[in-house]
């Protein structure tokens, strides 16, 4: 594999039962450190599709899926959720939060579960609330947190471990335009100061266009636009 790639598909297709064509259809993608791309696509295009089999969470029927110089395809669900960990962050189009714990438990998880010191990744969570407005909200549960603040708070926990690549399903839906346009900001500040790779799904197509690239997916097919 190209090692400038940091993930790739090859020929990628997905089909689920009830549908008469497949949703993607021998899809090939890469995408390189540093880069952004935006995904738009009508409601049942197979946007989401995509970015999960992309983040190892379903497998493709056919095809091949690289990150990094794993091939996905061929490991056990273990060494993907340890790839995921160490290499992803991965936004919900609808955010997961943990239920029982707070908002800052949650955005400083996915960094225990890395190991290192518990106060330095305390304090990492906060600076990040603090960034993106939320550090009075940090001990709210989050039935306790609005619909906006819950994806916040869940885009804090996808970036607070600085992963190599970000895959973002509409993260900014709920969001005014001044805090979705902070998010967007906060993402390309990734993008060059640590070489993030950032794939997301977006209906707003001033937003997309802050991004290097913007593709569209149609039947089964992804198009540059
Ligand atoms: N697990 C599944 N089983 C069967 N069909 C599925 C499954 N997941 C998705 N689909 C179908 O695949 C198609 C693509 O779904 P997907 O969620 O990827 O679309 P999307 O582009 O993200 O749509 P939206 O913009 O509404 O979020 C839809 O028709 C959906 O019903
Ligand atoms: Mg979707």
Redesign the pocket.
Known sequence: MNKSFLLKLTDVTKT????DQP?LDKVNFSISPGESIAIT??????????LHLMAGLEKPDHGKIEIKNYSIDTLSQNQIASIRNNHYGFIY?FHHLLPDFSAIENVVMPLLIRGGSQSNHINQAIKLLKTLGLENRANHMPHELSGGERQRIAIARAIVTKPDIILA??PTGNLDYKNAELIFDLFLEMTTEIKTAIIL?THDSKLAKKMTKIYR?AEGKIHTK
Not at 16 to 19: I, P, Q, R, V, Y
Not at 41 to 50: D, E, F, H, Q
């Open positions: 689920f039962d009830g549908l949703i696509g009508v409601s049942g295009s197979g946007k989401s599709t995509l189009q399903d509409e799904v997916l």
